[in-house]
């Protein structure tokens, strides 16, 4: 597939989708400040971003209220409590996990709701349930993306299914989701070619989150983005899971939409981020979390070592082929 | 030009140079320990490292000896400390600055020496002058490579006239270097195109030294390689100055030549780089450095940022504009 746009010009169907509190609450348990979440929602909207994703809508049956942050449930009144009647350009999104949510219930009419946006969480072998979901969301209302998480570990056939599957459903995107941080960016290239001749035949459009584990995040987005992806998933700082994410400050400069402006984002690092930084809470590229990439492995062993301060680097590497 | 290799095969034309002490001595004027660069000399070797850098032929007359670790000047006598005769496939490589050296003294005949690369690092400008240190180091008998600086702030045109000269000049390989870390994989891709087109030519080969401004040097580093980009600078765990460089373990985490070998790299970076961050030593992406590779500018202003300790990024980014 060729080249969509170039370094000088504006391709105005991207988007940008903030993914700091849903992916950075996998690290701190969603126990952000009000203060946090209200600064970050204002900066978004003075970068110009055009989703904020708040968290997850996950079953209060399977998830104690009292082990979490309020943005693992994003009620509706803990949204509202930040962002109003979201009088502005940005919508407002949140993830619902298959098999992790009781999205009957828990999702509510659209016109009840100040969220805009969807977003399914499946793995491929729980793709028919999370068709259950996306028609669901849809039938409600809401714009819907479908996020096949783990995809370097399926088989190519059953991702081509998959995909399939999303193009003759209702969702209204699907999502490229480098989940453990192993795929270099000829891989995304060849991926994104894949995702976008099947969105495009069924007017779809096609996102993608990727993740630091080989210092390729940003790298892997941008270059998604040159072969016609066009949701990208940035967080604040990389701020996520692990090695993180995309930087919004590094996607905000590389985008030439006027729309968008880095230097809100800029005083949100500079005044909140620095804090999170100052109080110990710890992401971003190390050894521990390349390994897991590059051996293709789920960041859980590498965010552990991580965790206890671990920097026996050999040692944990042999411990991690015993289980690839 | 089409790509080259693929992801399942070997590229025996690739070479990785370790970088880690010439660029790393920016950041701390040169002070390693003996044990420090011994032991990376033997992680070296034993990871299939196919050339090491040990530092600059800096002049002692511009330069005082005193201020400056033994790695800034690289004395015969000193590199012979660390690696006797030399008995191994590894070769060993010193940078000489146009206008910082006294060459034609302190480079002796390669016969007379353990080096067998002498890498000419020179501005557009200095063209001429560098040409003249490619002929005297050609002349003495060793591998000679040019790097071509800053050219991210150099003409096209001009760039065109320099890479004319180095081609029918007797230098083996000419190096892209992305000085401020400004380049994006796309300029990368480009960038890597004319030059390989411009040394193929000529019978030369291609290097690529990346920095870490925008996240970018692995990813630039292998996107470089896959257009034929054969001699690849990395360092360990990024070390060198502001940002660092393309990571070491990433780049022999990606090369399937089974010559290379990733672990005695993590058993170095575990037994010696841990020590360095543990002692203050500060390198890799922030960002202060981020806004200078965005502005294309050196990063000086955001090394004393960071030195300083100061997090008012957003103030920061105004005085930079002032600058570009």
Not at 21 to 34: A, E, H, K, Q, T
Not at 168 to 185: F, Q, R, T
Not at 201 to 220: P, R, T
Request: hydrophobic fraction near 40%; proline fraction near 2%.
């Amino acid at each position: 597939m060729a080249q969509k746009g170039n370094l000088m010009t504006v391709r105005s169907d991207i988007k940008i989708l903030d993914a700091t509190i849903r992916d950075g609450g996998l690290v701190n348990n969603f126990n952000f400040s009000d203060e946090f979440v209200n600064d970050l929602y204002r900066a978004n909207v003075k970068s110009g971003v055009d989703y904020m994703e708040f968290g997850y809508k996950a079953s209060k049956e399977m998830f104690d209220v009292e082990r979490f942050g309020k943005w693992k449930f994003c009620d509706e009144a803990d949204i509202r409590g930040i962002v109003g009647d979201n009088n502005s350009d940005l919508k407002i999104a949140v993830m619902a996990d298959v098999g992790r949510c009781d999205y009957k219930k828990d999702i509510v009419d659209r016109d009840l709701s100040v969220i805009d946006m969807i977003r399914v969480a499946t793995y491929i072998h729980t793709m028919p349930a999370a068709l259950h979901m996306i028609e669901d969301a849809k039938a409600k209302g809401y714009e819907v993306t479908c996020n096949i998480m783990a995809i370097s570990n399926a088989q190519e056939s059953d991702l081509d299914m998959a995909l399939d599957m999303l193009a003759k459903s209702p969702v209204d995107g699907i999502y490229l989701v480098d989940s453990y941080g192993s795929l270099y960016p000829e891989q995304i290239r060849s991926l994104a070619d894949k995702y976008v001749a099947v969105a495009e035949s069924a007017d779809k459009y096609v996102g993608i989150h990727a993740h630091d584990n080989q210092q390729l995040a940003f790298a892997n987005t941008i270059e998604a983005a040159a072969r016609g992806v066009s949701l990208l998933d940035a967080t604040m700082s990389c701020l996520g899971r692990g090695a993180g994410n995309c930087a919004m400050e590094l996607l905000l400069g590389f985008l030439k939409n006027p729309k968008y402006n880095m230097y809100p984002a800029l005083k949100f690092i500079e005044e909140q981020v620095t804090k999170l930084k100052a109080e110990g809470m710890v992401w971003g590229y190390d050894i521990p979390y390349f390994l897991t990439g590059r051996l293709n492995l789920h960041p859980s062993a590498a965010i552990d070592c991580v965790k206890e301060g671990r920097t026996d680097y050999t040692e944990f590497y042999t411990e991690l082929l015993d289980r690839s």
